[in-house]
Structure formats: structure tokens, C-alpha cells
């Protein structure tokens, strides 16, 4: 089994950027899909972005597109969110996802929650406006 552990996030204002890193251990990752959600007070988990296998594509919320970029290490076994002009509405815990056997998903995989695995315990971004 993957362990996930986030880490980066932290209290900013409206237009700053923050980049998200989440560690695996426990065995492998480079053939798993990784994503990231976020959970907004009262509100349903959702998806964020995501990263096939070897990183050769990438996924995103409409919401995020543009802003946000997500990228993995296999050698270091961490994927990144990288999140740039953050807004208010981008305040959320954020958690990393691992799916195994990411060789098999097709992009309509990438943006359920239920796909994935193994799951983070969650980072806190907050945007001050």
C-alpha cells in the first residue's frame, strides 16, 4: 500500500501562489494515476487536476485551468500542484489521490473520486481577499 502525505499549504492573499508537494511511501508510484481534489467547508469533494502515468497527460478542473499545474517525480516519488493567482473561491483542504494501475484509465477516470486508491490526509490552503 501508498502512504500520501501533503504538504505546502498555508494562509495566503488573493493573487499569491502556493505549490502543493505530496510524498508516497510505502511501495512504487510511477505506474499509478496521482490527482488532487479539494473540500471547501460544506461542501462535496471535487476534483482539481490529475496526471497519468509516467506524466505524459494532464487533467483539470475548468475552474483551475490555466492557474493550476500539476506535475510528479517518480524518482522522488512526489507529485506537485503547482497553484498560481489564487482566489478566494481556491480556499479548500486539499487532498492527493493515488490510482493503481494507472495504465488503465481513460480520461473520463481522472476527474472521479472514486478511481482512486489511496488518499492523502489533506492540506489546508487558505486565500485572504
Known amino acids: 500500500q501508498v502512504q500520501l502525505v501533503e504538504s505546502g499549504g498555508g494562509l495566503v492573499q488573493a493573487g499569491d501562489s502556493l505549490r502543493l508537494s505530496c510524498a508516497a511511501s510505502g511501495r512504487t508510484f510511477s505506474s499509478d494515476a496521482m490527482g488532487w481534489f479539494r473540500q471547501a467547508l460544506g461542501k462535496e469533494r471535487e476534483f482539481v487536476a490529475a496526471?497519468?502515468?509516467?506524466?505524459?497527460?494532464?487533467y483539470y478542473a475548468d475552474s483551475v485551468k490555466g492557474r493550476f499545474t500539476i506535475s510528479r517525480d517518480d524518482a522522488k516519488s512526489t507529485v506537485y500542484l503547482q497553484m498560481n493567482s489564487l482566489k478566494p473561491e481556491d480556499t479548500a483542504v486539499y487532498y492527493c489521490?493515488?490510482?493503481?494501475?494507472?495504465?488503465?484509465?481513460?480520461?473520463?477516470?481522472?476527474?472521479?473520486?472514486?478511481?482512486?486508491?489511496?488518499w492523502g490526509q489533506g492540506t489546508q490552503v487558505t486565500v485572504s481577499s
Open positions: 489521490a493515488g490510482g493503481r494501475d494507472g495504465r488503465l484509465y481513460t480520461a473520463r477516470y481522472y476527474s472521479r473520486h472514486t478511481q482512486y486508491d489511496y
Open positions: 496526471i497519468s502515468w509516467r506524466g505524459a497527460t494532464t
